[in-house]
């Protein structure tokens, strides 16, 4: 089969490789369809590295991915070969702590597809999957959405992890995949004013067009000072996407007493700070937020029933051949880009 591998810094390259085979009989065989670039695999791409998860080289990334069943082992039930699926990325041992606790996402033996150290990505023709982490997509759910069910699952478990109440007042500090993400699920969930701000013009323009009720950029507009002349109260819940000091001090600065402050966004640099008076007198609530958990069902139910729209992320298509110009345009935020989807089957 083909596999894109990355081979260096900004370097990649297509190889063959033996096809891999079912080996437990949970497990199935797909073919990969469409492979959403993620801001992950190009930051493995751009510096070979995200914290302590250092690439060996050569090493296939991608993680979200939608695909076709095209075997399954004897004691997978759920599906049959040919139907369509979207992925999620994690294998877990079902016998740890955590995962007896139901805290899959946190498996002490967890491997995530495309994650250094851990199984190489769905940047190939064919991947072996447990059974149990490929779930039916709708027939009429296109593959794209069905790969874009994987940034989307993390932005739900965000919105549901805040315990959110209805008619909250929140901000999303950064408008990529997974601010968006947020944001299309924090309305069906209660939501009734959404601030979204990011530092990209482009990208605080789709979410004005998209479901925000205000959205402006930082470096144009004091935005802690104009949402707090809207909302002199603060905020029921800050979800941080951007990973950046800067945002999370603005974070600070919009809650209300007892508001939560959602940390999803990773930060380069290894330590980040806290003004920790306010944070203290007025008793925020901060949660770190690590994937999603069990919800690629509840948010593949949203885009079903279209409670929540998600097509306007993906705002390029690539096919198999052009990775390299995806991951090129994604690491320099060329041509408005969002999410950009590479076709391998379909
Ligand atoms: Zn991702
Ligand atoms: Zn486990």
């Not at 949970?26 to 190009?42: K, P």
């Not at 109440?165 to 209660?190: D, F, N």
């Not at 996407?241 to 966004?265: F, N, S, V, Y």
Request: proline content about 5%; overall charge negative.
């Amino acid at each position: 089969m083909r596999a894109i591998q990355l081979t260096g810094i900004d370097q990649m390259e297509m190889t063959e490789r033996p096809d891999p085979k079912i080996e437990k009989d949970n497990q199935v065989l797909l073919r990969v369809a469409s492979i959403g670039v993620c801001g992950s695999d190009v930051h493995y791409y751009e510096t070979g590295k995200i914290g302590s998860q250092v690439v060996q080289y050569p090493f296939v990334v991608g993680h979200e991915c939608s695909a076709f069943v095209e075997e399954i082992g004897s004691a997978v039930k759920h599906l049959k070969p040919g139907d369509r699926v979207t992925v999620d990325p994690a294998s877990f041992c079902l016998e740890c702590d955590q995962c007896k606790a139901g805290r899959f996402h946190t498996c002490r033996n967890l491997t995530f597809l495309g994650c250094p150290g851990q199984a190489e990505g769905c940047l190939t023709d064919f991947i072996v999957m447990p059974g149990r982490s490929c779930y039916k997509i709708p027939d009429a759910m296109t593959l794209d959405q069905g790969a874009l069910l994987e940034p989307l699952s993390i932005g739900y478990y965000a919105v549901k992890l805040s315990e959110p109440k209805p008619g909250e007042k929140i901000a999303i500090l950064g408008a990529g995949p997974i601010g968006l993400s947020v944001m299309v699920c924090a309305r069906p969930l209660g939501a009734a004013k959404i601030y979204v701000t990011d530092i990209r013009a482009y990208r605080a323009e789709l979410a004005a067009g998209h479901g925000a009720d205000w959205a402006a950029n930082p470096e144009k507009v004091d935005i802690v000072e104009e949402i707090r002349r809207m909302e002199p109260n603060g905020l029921d819940t800050v979800y941080e996407c951007a990973g950046q000091q800067e945002t999370i001090d603005q974070a600070m600065r919009m809650l209300k007493p007892g508001g939560k402050l959602m940390l999803i966004g990773i930060p380069r640099s290894d330590r980040i700070s806290f003004p920790i008076d306010q944070a203290r007198r007025r008793e925020v609530r901060i949660q770190n937020v690590r994937r999603q958990n069990e919800c690629v069902e509840d948010a593949m139910k949203l885009v079903a029933e279209r409670q929540a729209d998600v097509d306007f992320m993906i705002t390029h298509h690539f096919m198999f051949e052009e990775t390299q110009k995806a991951f090129d345009l994604v690491e320099h935020y060329e041509d408005a880009v969002v999410k950009a989807m590479i076709h391998i089957a379909g």
